[in-house]
Nanobody, 126 residues
Framework: QVQLVESGGGLVQAGGSLRLSCAAS????????MGWFRQAPGKEREFVSA????????DYADSVKGRFTISRDNTKNTVYLQMNSLKPEDTAVYYC???????????????????WGQGTQVTVSS
C-alpha cells in the first residue's frame, strides 16, 4: 500500500493556472502508474490524466487535453498536475491515485488504482 498526500488546490479565476502535487510514501513509487481523477458535486469521479511508471506515456481526458500536463519526479516520489487555462467546469475535488500493479501502462479505470489521496479542492470562478 502507498500513502498519497495531495496539495496545491485553491481558488483561481477562469484562465488561471494551478499546479497540484501528490507526495507518495510507503512503497516503491517509481514502479507504479500514477493518475489524477476528479469529482464535482453531484457527479461521479472521472479520469483526468495518468502517467506510466517511467513517465514515458501520458494519457489525458479529452476535456483537459492541451491544458493540463502530468509529470512525475521519481527521485522525490511526487507526481504533478499542471493545470492551465482553467475553466469553471474544472471545479472539483482532485484525487491522486497509484496503480494496483507495478509496471502497467496507463489506465482510465478507477478499479486499476488501489491507493488514493484525500483529495484537494480546485475552484475556478468565472
Amino acid at each position: 500500500q502507498v500513502q498519497l498526500v495531495e496539495s496545491g488546490g485553491g481558488l483561481v479565476q477562469a484562465g488561471g493556472s494551478l499546479r497540484l502535487s501528490c507526495a507518495a510514501s510507503g512503497r516503491t513509487f517509481s514502479m507504479y502508474v500514477m493518475g489524477w481523477f476528479r469529482q464535482a458535486p453531484g457527479k461521479e469521479r472521472e479520469f483526468v490524466s495518468a502517467l506510466t511508471w517511467n513517465g514515458g506515456i501520458a494519457d489525458y481526458a479529452d476535456s483537459v487535453k492541451g491544458r493540463f500536463t502530468i509529470s512525475r519526479d521519481n527521485t522525490k516520489n511526487t507526481v504533478y498536475l499542471q493545470m492551465n487555462s482553467l475553466k469553471p467546469e474544472d471545479t472539483a475535488v482532485y484525487y491522486c491515485a497509484a496503480g494496483k500493479s507495478p509496471f502497467i501502462s496507463t489506465s482510465r479505470k478507477i478499479t486499476d488504482f488501489g491507493s488514493w489521496g484525500q483529495g484537494t479542492q480546485v475552484t475556478v470562478s468565472s
